[in-house]
């Protein structure tokens, strides 16, 4: 049974740091790109960041680039998110979920679809506030 769980969420205050986790069981997780998406009440869910399956590149949407990093490690069959320099706008659900590829990807720029990934964890808050 393909079962992805995220850990690692909290309340931390604006600049600081967090390390989301997607542990991946009953399937390689480098056998599929996975993605990190997160969603905000009333919102819809939005991607972040997502690494894909042989190759390891990774890709970013522009508010998540340069303070957030995407890893995989495959001994621990587990995706990393590591979130720096945090901002209150960050705060949301995030979630982590397998795709075929990181699609939708034009001149190096990943324009993320929900509708593309397939299997999804059940989430973990993130909340960034002073």
């Known amino acids: 049974q393909v079962q992805l769980v995220e850990s690692g969420g909290g309340l931390v205050q604006p600049g600081g740091s967090l390390r989301l986790s997607c542990a991946a069981s009953?399937?390689?997780?480098?056998?599929?790109?996975i993605g990190w998406f997160r969603q905000a009440p009333g919102e819809e869910r939005k991607g972040v960041s997502c690494?894909?399956?042989?190759?390891?590149?990774?890709y970013y949407v522009d508010s998540v680039k340069g303070r957030f990093t995407i890893s995989r490690d495959k001994a621990k069959n587990t995706v990393y998110l590591q979130m720096n320099s945090l901002k209150p706008e960050d705060t949301s659900v995030y979630y982590c979920?397998?795709?075929?590829?990181?699609?939708?990807?034009?001149?190096?720029?990943?324009?993320?679809?929900?509708?593309?990934?397939?299997?999804w964890g059940q989430g973990t808050q993130v909340t960034v506030s002073s």
């Open positions: 979920a397998t795709a075929t590829g990181c699609w939708n990807v034009y001149d190096s720029r990943w324009y993320p679809s929900a509708t593309a990934f397939g299997s």
């Open positions: 690494i894909r399956s042989t190759s390891g590149i990774t």
């Open positions: 009953g399937f390689a997780l480098d056998s599929y790109a």
